[in-house]
């Protein structure tokens, strides 16, 4: 029992990384996820003081994130917190609230290009009107049949959280299609 | 076709699965008088109409919520979307 | 007119001179003794066995374009009768004999051609679920083979056997199913039924019912009122709208499918083959072209045309199957209106409405069961009982419990 190293979602002892000509795909194993849902007639909470974002979008103060993921229910991230019990943290901060830990289930890449390169990849990849989805976008939807979740950081980073389970073939997908863009 | 999604605007019918007549809202009280047949009408029998169509479609790719769109079963042309749990609280009331 | 060998080489000789409709074209009499409302498969072989095995009588079908025009003409021409579940298979079973001696029957070349179907096996918990399936086969008296793998690769060397998600671990084959031409199969019956005195009555809408007492008079077309003995009702894709007329519901809703030719190439595929992982089966027509298809687009539709995300899920279906599908270039897609039932069976009965009879529900599997469903209609029209073959397939089944779910999916059109 003592011989157990840790994996990272894509398998390997370290995060993996590729660099496509200017545009660099990044496995984020540092960020914790936590789901956060309102209880019906309850008042929305403002975790570690982040003010939680309308439908639709994604909202960030110093380390800590929100996205809305439906009516009353939000994901929350922690950035270099995979590794504690994030989820307890921010039960605490949210009273009255059903909050779930989802690191586990969850794996996430951040994607940094330019605008031009970042919309082209997700015009490639998704179903989504890639010129409406600005900074402080996020969304879910489905990515070559897997169910996805996609944030609009800033201009030029995206970061796409897929089920840990299907962590490589989400992966490839990204990779594949970005591959095939012209990016210099 | 696209959804007019109430919440997030025009999104991708693939997104969607789709449940069928709106009407499997109305879900028949157990204990009346009649529930047997009327649960048999409830479950087994649909109007099907050509033409203008309420029905259920439930966002699993996006954000989970059950909408109810207006369609048009001729010409696939969508007329509008609202959300169910608007539609359910609105008739409760 | 009869068709032989020697008749086609004397009109070759005589330039073709000599060849007549093959069916009249009638205005409608004021009433018949039997009203069949479709002309499309199960209508024109209801009209034919009518005619010609149960009763000599005034019969009439009234079709709303032309004769062929609907689901007849627009399926995939898939014959099996590889069913599971005892309300089903002695039924399509007996559908198969029939199309084993149609040709000669009615004269008429449906270019019935028994390639074989291939089920593909991808888990064990499938060669479990269709060794149960061949086994019912057999015991209603169907032909069933469960090959291993490399008996597979013999057929079809060209699919993708290690496939990472779902490999090719064997398959189960009927050797007697296969392909028919579609129209031929309703131009035989056309033919035929004409033959024995049936009015094929064409652009002839039928757009209510006249019923006094519980019991149907005739019908209202768009000809002008037809009174009617019995009036039998085989609309596929319109059951809902017509027996709506008759103050009916109906446990269907429809839904459009999808399906697709290739151009065309040298025989390449042996049979009907198709993918037991995804939605994808795919055979070749005799001129060539690779015909295939998938699942319903999902939504109710009365459309006749579907939505690309479907036609995209087929072409994966299609690459993961058989990557070189991907070199064949598409000629034609199109759609139809399919009546999916609740439980994805089939409904051939008696009606509420006295003398008013149903044939409805065939989902995408109807071409298959043309010669029994005429059969079995006409019988029951004819004797008021209803066949053996069709005792499960009543209208009431859904109330009282006994539904036929061969995908046991429970009451949801879309998923069966
Ligand atoms: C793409 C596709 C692929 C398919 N593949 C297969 C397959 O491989 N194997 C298989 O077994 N089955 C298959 N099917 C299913 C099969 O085609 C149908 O189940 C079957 O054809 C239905 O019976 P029918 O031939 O009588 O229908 P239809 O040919 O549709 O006949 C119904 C007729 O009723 C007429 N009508 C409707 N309303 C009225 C009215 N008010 N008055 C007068 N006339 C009216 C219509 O115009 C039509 O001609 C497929 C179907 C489709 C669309």
Redo the contacts between chains.
């Keep these: 029992m003592t011989d157990l190293s840790p994996i990272s979602a894509l398998g390997h002892a370290v995060p993996q990384a590729v660099r496509i000509g200017t545009l660099t795909i990044t496995e984020n194993a540092g960020l914790a996820l936590a789901s956060l849902a309102l209880r019906q007639g309850g008042g929305a909470p403002q975790p570690f003081g982040l003010p939680l974002p309308g439908p639709g979008g994604w909202a960030n103060a110093g380390a800590t994130s929100a996205f809305w993921t439906g009516p009353g229910a939000w994901m929350i991230e922690a950035d270099g917190r995979a590794e504690d019990d994030f989820a307890s943290a921010l039960k605490a901060e949210a009273p009255g609230c059903s909050v779930a830990e989802q690191t586990d289930g969850w794996a996430v890449f951040e994607i940094a290009a330019s605008v031009a390169t970042l919309e082209a990849l997700l015009e490639k990849l998704v179903n989504i009107d890639a010129s409406r989805f600005v900074p402080g976008s996020a969304l879910r939807t489905g990515l070559e049949h897997m169910s996805v979740f996609l944030i609009r950081r800033t201009e030029g980073q995206l970061a796409l959280w897929a089920m840990r389970s299907a962590a490589g073939s989400a992966f490839h997908a990204i990779e594949a299609a970005a591959r095939r863009l012209d990016v210099a | ?1 696209l959804i007019p999604h109430p ?9 969607f ?5 709106a009407s499997l809202l109305n879900r028949p009280d157990g204990m009346a008088e009649g529930a047997l ?1 009327a649960f ?2 409830y ?8 033409g203008v ?1 309420r ?1 259920l479609w439930f966002h ?6 059950w909408l109810v769109v207006t ?1 048009n ?4 042309e969508i007329l509008g979307a609202e ?1 169910a ?1 608007d539609v359910a609280l609105r008739r409760q009331k | 007119m009869r068709f032989s060998g020697f008749r086609v080489i004397a009109e070759a000789l005589t330039g073709h001179k000599g060849w007549k409709p093959l069916w009249r074209n009638p205005d409608p009499q004021p009433a018949y003794d039997y009203v069949i409302v479709g002309g499309g498969g199960h209508g024109l072989a209801t009209a034919y066995y009518l005619a010609k095995t149960f009763r000599k009588a005034r019969i009439a079908v009234l079709e709303k374009g032309w004769l062929g025009s609907g689901n007849i003409g627009r399926n995939t021409t898939i014959i099996r009768s590889n069913y599971l579940l005892p309300g089903n298979e002695p039924f399509y079973e007996f559908s198969m004999k029939l199309w084993e001696g149609l040709e000669q029957e009615f004269n008429f070349n449906a270019m019935v051609s028994q390639r074989g179907i291939l089920n593909l096996i991808h888990t064990d918990g499938q060669r479990d679920a269709y060794r149960r399936r061949g086994n019912a086969m057999l015991l209603a008296g169907a032909d069933a083979e469960l090959l291993n793998r490399d008996q597979v690769r013999e057929m079809a060397p060209f699919l993708n056997f290690d496939n990472a998600r779902f490999p090719i671990k064997g398959g189960l084959v009927q050797r007697r199913a296969g392909t028919a031409r579609h129209d031929g199969v309703a131009w035989g019956y056309a033919r035929g039924a004409d033959l024995h005195g049936v009015d094929l009555i064409q652009n002839c809408e039928v757009t209510g019912f006249r019923i006094e007492n519980g019991r149907v008079l005739g019908v209202e077309t768009s000809r002008g009122y037809i009174g009617a003995g019995k009036v039998g009702v085989a609309v596929a894709g319109n059951s809902s709208r017509v027996m709506a007329m008759a103050g009916m519901r109906l446990p269907i809703e429809n839904h459009v499918l999808q399906a697709f030719v290739s151009e065309g190439l040298k025989p390449l595929i042996p049979g009907v083959i198709t993918f037991g992982a995804g939605h994808f089966y795919v055979s070749q027509s005799d001129k060539g072209g690779l015909v295939f298809g998938g699942d319903i687009d999902g939504y109710n539709s009365y459309a006749q045309r579907g939505n690309l995300p479907v036609i995209e899920d087929v072409a994966e279906g299609g690459m993961a199957l058989m990557p070189m599908i991907g070199r064949a270039r598409l000629l034609r897609a199109w759609g139809g209106i399919m009546d999916m039932s609740m439980d994805g069976t089939p409904i051939i009965d008696k009606t509420p409405v006295g003398g008013l009879y149903l044939n409805a529900g065939w989902c995408y599997g109807g071409f298959k069961a043309t010669p029994a469903s005429g059969y079995a209609f006409a019988h029951l029209l004819a004797t008021g009982q209803t066949h053996d073959t069709t005792r499960f397939m009543r209208l009431d089944r859904f109330e009282r419990g006994y539904v036929i779910d061969e995908k046991g999916m429970g009451a949801q059109p879309n998923l069966h």
């Design positions: 076709m919440l997030l605007g025009p999104r991708d019918a693939q997104e699965t789709y449940l069928g007549d047949a048999c009408d479950v087994y029998l649909r109007d099907n109409p050509a169509h029905e699993e790719q996006g954000d989970r919520s369609r079963t001729v010409t696939h959300l749990r």
